[in-house]
């Protein structure tokens, strides 16, 4: 059965830092992983969906990185903003397609 | 990306009454559907899945004849919440898969239901 563990649970910065949220799972045979925001009471806003067969995407100010052989995935966020303030959750999806969530990180980024 | 649309986007009830959520792809032919729920401050947890035209299958702890779950066309499906309680008060998220485009994750906007 698929584990997915999001270190740290929570996280307070400055604005303008570099910051690393992390994600491993514990089955290495997926289909992709994703990086998902969640704002408080709101739906998933997809940030990045890393391929299996992939190591890594960019978008703007963020990078996804996947390491298969290790269970881990980084998601990278460069320049921090107040904006940034969310909760992000990765996704690790199988074969069958279903997908298993970790349980997030709660990112705080003060002005 | 496709294009999934949840209905109702929040709704509130009375305790015992029952809740249908609606969800559908509106550009590509779901044959699969997952049904995940969020209760605060906890992440996404998977209800159950089904597949087109025939029964859900239910993860452990979540009651079937609780949640039915209706999956007649590859473009909708249903979940009903029956005799809600307070404690089914949560979020709740479609997710439909197509097994041609097994890369692809979709997901709907979300449901809130609230059980007084």
């Known amino acids: 059965k698929q584990e997915v563990t999001q270190i740290p649970a929570a996280l307070s910065v400055p604005e303008g830092e570099n910051l690393v949220l992390n994600c491993s799972f514990t089955?290495?045979?997926?289909?992709?992983l994703q990086w998902f925001r969640q704002d408080p009471g709101k739906g998933l806003t997809s940030l990045l969906l890393i391929q299996s067969s992939q190591r890594e995407q960019t978008s703007g100010r963020l990078n996804a990185s996947l390491d298969k052989s290790s269970g881990r995935s980084t998601l990278y966020i460069a320049a921090s903003q107040p904006g940034d303030s969310a909760t992000y959750l990765c996704?690790?999806?199988?074969?069958?397609?279903?997908?298993?969530f970790g349980d997030g990180t709660t990112l705080t980024v003060k002005p | 990306g496709a294009v999934v649309s949840q209905h109702p986007s929040w709704v509130i009830c009375k305790s015992g009454t029952s809740v249908k959520i609606e969800c559908r792809s509106l550009?590509?032919?779901?044959?699969?559907m997952f049904w995940y729920r969020q209760f605060p401050k906890q992440s996404l947890m998977l209800m159950a899945t089904?597949?087109?035209?025939?029964?859900?299958?239910?993860e452990q702890g979540v009651e079937k004849d609780k949640f039915l779950i209706n999956h007649a066309s590859l473009t909708l499906s249903t979940l009903t919440v029956t005799s809600a309680h307070p404690e089914d008060s949560s979020f709740y998220i479609c997710s439909p898969f197509s097994g041609g485009r097994p890369n692809e994750q979709f997901f709907g906007p979300g449901t809130r239901l609230t059980v007084l």
């Open positions: 089904s597949n087109e035209g025939s029964k859900a299958t239910y």
């Open positions: 996704a690790v999806k199988a074969r069958a397609g279903k997908s298993t």
């Open positions: 089955d290495s045979a997926i289909y992709n």
């Open positions: 550009d590509f032919q779901a044959t699969t």
